[in-house]
């Protein structure tokens, strides 16, 4: 069956850094547009990054340009966000998403826990 499990998630203090993961199965990875999302405590789930299917094309959200950096390993079924420099208001709960468009396909993982305290 179709899993996604985001994992590197912690408590970090302001100024640090993150690295979470997304391990993929049951799908064909290669094929789907994959992002990250992100939902704090009282707001709605908001898109962080995307990168394309061959991963020559990323986006980001203004809020973490210059310090999160999105990428995937199609060989392994894996994408990664590399986050630097963290804020407070990076807080929230991190989500895997896979997306097929033209398929009408989308799949979301549990979710990884992101504190950004002193």
């Known amino acids: 069956q179709v899993q996604l499990v985001e994992s590197g998630g912690g408590l970090v203090q302001p100024g640090g850094s993150l690295r979470l993961s997304c391990a993929a199965s049951g799908f064909a990875f290669s094929s789907f547009a994959m992002s990250w999302y992100r939902q704090a405590p009282g707001k709605e789930r908001e898109l962080v990054a995307t990168?394309?299917?061959?991963?020559?094309?990323?986006n980001y959200a203004d809020s973490v340009k210059g310090r999160f950096t999105i990428s995937r390993d199609n060989a392994k079924n894996t994408m990664s966000l590399q986050m630097i420099s963290l804020k407070p208001e990076d807080t929230a709960v991190y989500y895997c998403n896979a997306k097929r468009s033209l398929l009408g396909y989308v799949y979301w993982g549990q979710g990884t826990q992101v504190t950004v305290s002193s």
């Open positions: 990168i394309s299917t061959a991963g020559g094309t990323t």
